[in-house]
């Protein structure tokens, strides 16, 4: 661990998009309600607690959001109201501190090991930005705290502080699925090899990790032993330009999908040349009919500028996905890893974050 102890506070905005909408009409309140649009393929955006009792959550289909709660109510999305909230919140942040590594319009991490108020204990920096963003906005956060940025993510929600000493044991107890990377697909591949916690996780060995989940695999394990040495980064550079569509219809014959692989390259051409971004990185994003995902990167020694060098990588990638019996619903491209951090990735690997956050 480093000398100075660092201390890290996570701040999550309970159901953020629904709570705004909530919060500007006082006609919703009480009421389970979804932010997206209701129409058949449509997608819940967020949705609020009233509606979670019910089992609606976010990214699930719209359909089976009305299945599950008959009476929910959905309203459409307002963007720029939730980026105008998110910059009032990132402006409470920067009263007690300038390093701010924001994960999305309503997370963030904060690193106030110094802080500009001089408060001693995070947990009491975190009880008073709660406190802030409840009188000036009237909305409700959550916050982590830890000595690194894993511990602080996944500490449970309200508000709570892992403590060195306590990190250990809590992290026997954590489910394979609250680790960070490990979406559905993973915790399977974990399930095979006996690991459901974090304590099974802790008794493998770095060689076994890593000969099953690659480079991913010495994160899992520093994890398991409470050891993440990232810093809260403050300034974000743009990373990836990225395009994703919800088909109309769940495909799975290779015409069809290589004829929407074709449209995605196109777009994601005119996205790359429109914001003047070259990268190295070529990633897949696939969508399933149940709703499972999985992302597919190579990277390349020359800059995807084009649609002769991007098309033909895309088609590369989507060989290693098995489609025929399981329809796509989804499917994404992106281009990232500027130039100058290429020379740290090679060929092809397999991305276990299963959520982007950078996409267009």
Known sequence: QEMVQRKIIHIDMDAFYASVEQRDHPELRGKPLAVGHAEERGVVAAASYEARRYGVRSAMSSQKAKRLCPQLIFVPGRMDVYKSVSRQIHEIFHEYTDIIEPLSLDEAFLDVTENKKGISLAVDIAKEIKQKIRDQLNLVASAGISYNKFLAKIAPDGLCTIHPEQALEFIAR???????????????RMHLLGIRNGLQLRKCSLETLTAHFGKVGSLYYECARGIDERPVEAVRIRKSIGCERTLERDISSRSSVIIELYHMAVELIERLQRKEFKGNTLTLKIKFHDFSQITRSITQSQELTTLDRVL?????????????????????????????????????WEQLSFEFSDWE
């Open 174 to 188: 954590l489910p394979i699925e609250s680790f960070w990377g490990v979406g559905p697909v993973t915790a399977k």
């Open 312 to 348: 033909p990588l895309a088609k590369e990638l989507l060989k290693t996905v098995e489609y025929e019996q399981h329809p796509i619903r989804l499917i994404g491209l992106s281009v990232s890893n500027p130039k100058e951090e290429a020379d740290e990735q090679h060929g092809v």
